[in-house]
């Protein structure tokens, strides 16, 4: 009765219904995880509040401790949420969205990190965070920070470089040797750029009817780049900075990297003179960024030109140094190699699109391209529109 009490006083009500899910249209199933995020996000809430009052009364390491004994949760898991409950308290507007379901648990704790670095526009992310994405936000929150420091973002870089870590242990659980760190986004992009020039190396050298996993090809090639360092010549390793020009007051302004994160000013100076920078003017004028019909795959500069357009997969938002130059018209059916039927897709998103009828799209107000999945089967009968009938499962049966 007491639980029961405390539920309705925060309006907290978890209703299961008794359908069977895979007897629910899509529609409805959409509309029911909707009900559930919003639950979630209001106990989110209600937790971070328990938390925050153990923590005031017995101290931080007793809260920690009931978070481990009474829910099971790892020591990073119980530290981590004792440490956002604490910030939640200075973020008014982020802790009443969340408890009222309005924001996600994910977003919230981005607004609170980013909290925890510098000043921020608490007002301004909590409304962005009731519509956009997380990945999206998570831009939202690193551009936020950057417009509200009174530094250029240079404190937000030396707070990050101070967190910088690293773990290689053996796994008790699996056996296996595991290696894993955390770097500032400077760092993280000079590492993030060789090691996916090293992965296209290998790529490149697989027998195509036998191909590595991504991911077991990205341990091969960590595993080189540290044992085998002089194996191979990873080429394409030059960091892409990104920069508008000031022509009234000639300098550079606004620099980035490739996929947005800013960069403070002392620091492109800094890569300036140590970095092997790619510099680059694309000018349809005086470089020849369309090449039709002559080759099938994309030039360096063409690469270059698109990893500066969309930043990074059009579909998912993987890094762009993993991407594939792909057709919007299929080079089989006559498209050319010209940069406006050009998009950058990684390995899952290209199978979707040459293998499971995704289709390329474009935005005609922001002109950016995307990837969306086929049509939705019919709830009633299981048969879709867009795969021909030897392909409906139900048709199958």
């Not at 909707?34 to 809260?63: D, F, T």
């Not at 009931?66 to 099971?72: G, H, K, P, W």
């Not at 510099?279 to 004028?285: D, E, L, Q, W």
């Not at 050009?342 to 199978?351: A, M, S």
């Amino acid at each position: 009765m007491a639980d029961e009490a405390l539920t309705r006083e925060f309006e907290v009500t978890v209703e299961v219904p008794e359908t069977d899910p895979t007897e629910m249209s899509g529609a409805e199933r959409r509309v029911a995880l909707v009900s559930v995020g919003r639950v979630e996000a209001q106990l989110a809430g209600w937790k971070s509040r328990l938390i925050r009052a153990e923590r005031e009364q017995h101290g931080e390491e007793a809260a920690e401790r009931v978070l481990r004994d009474e829910l099971q949760s790892s020591r990073r898991e119980a530290s981590r949420d004792v440490k956002t409950s604490t910030q939640f308290a200075e973020l008014p507007a982020t802790s009443a969205a969340l408890e009222t379901g309005l924001i996600p648990p994910g977003h919230a704790r981005l607004i609170a990190r980013a909290a925890s670095e510098g000043p921020i526009d608490e007002a301004v992310l909590t409304e962005a965070a009731k519509r956009e994405s997380f990945d999206k936000f998570a831009k939202t929150v690193r551009r936020n920070q950057q417009e509200m420091s009174e530094d250029d973002g240079q404190s937000i870089l030396d707070h990050q470089r101070q967190k910088r870590s690293a773990k290689a242990f053996l796994s008790r659980e699996s056996g296996m040797f595991v290696l894993s760190g955390e770097f500032d986004p400077m760092t993280g992009a000079r590492i993030d750029t060789v090691l996916a020039a090293k992965e296209r190396e290998l790529w490149n050298a697989e027998d195509p009817r036998a191909r590595r996993t991504p991911r077991q090809r990205m341990a091969d090639a960590l595993a080189e780049l540290i044992l085998e360092p002089g194996k191979g010549k990873a080429k394409g390793t030059a960091l892409m900075v990104v920069a508008d020009y000031d022509v009234i007051n000639q300098e550079l302004v606004n620099a980035r990297l490739a996929d947005g994160t800013p960069i403070p000013t002392a620091e492109l100076i800094r890569l300036a003179c140590e970095a092997d920078l790619l510099p680059g003017v694309f000018r349809a004028a005086t470089q020849e960024m369309n090449l039709g019909r002559k080759r099938r795959t994309a030039s360096d500069l063409q690469r270059a030109a698109l990893i500066y357009r969309d930043k990074e997969c059009i579909g998912c938002g993987t890094s762009a140094h993993r991407c594939f130059a792909h057709h919007v018209r299929f080079w089989n059916n006559g498209g050319p190699t010209d940069m406006p039927n050009l998009v950058l897709v990684c390995n899952k998103c290209h199978h979707n699109i040459h293998d499971e009828h995704w289709e390329v799209t474009q935005d005609p107000e922001s002109m950016r391209f995307n990837v969306e999945p086929p049509p939705d089967p019919f709830p009633d009968t299981g048969v879709d529109s867009y795969r021909p009938s030897q392909c409906n499962p139900i048709l199958l049966s």
